[in-house]
């Protein structure tokens, strides 16, 4: 328990309810590499909230059910994928109605700096 005492700065008993609960969101980050390598990512939204990883002694002994459910889908369409990444140049890439929102409109103009130069 020094380890959680230092890392987490509380006290033993504080510790308790946190470290089950960084136990099993460790789990379900173990979930979540496995469901990306396989299947792709499940959620965009999920994080592991600690900046530790408990002891293995501590996932062996945790008893409790794990409830895999994630958020699904992703933060953005292809589209907004694609316009989020080009430079204005390339506005041709995506359909003519949205040429304004990277040329000139005026509450997303600066999100597409104009570029120096274009590699070819």
Known sequence: ???YNEKLGQ???ENYKRVENMVHEYLRGIQW?????YAGV???NWFYPEHYAPFATEIAAYKKQVDFNFITGSPFTPLEQLMAVLP???KS???SCFHVLMESHPETSYFYPKVLFILK
């Open 93 to 95: 890439l995506v359909p």
């Open 11 to 13: 006290s033993p008993r």
């Open 42 to 44: 499940i959620s965009w």
């Open 88 to 90: 204005p140049q390339s």
């Open 33 to 37: 590499v496995l469901h990306y390598y």
């Open 1 to 3: 328990m020094q380890y």
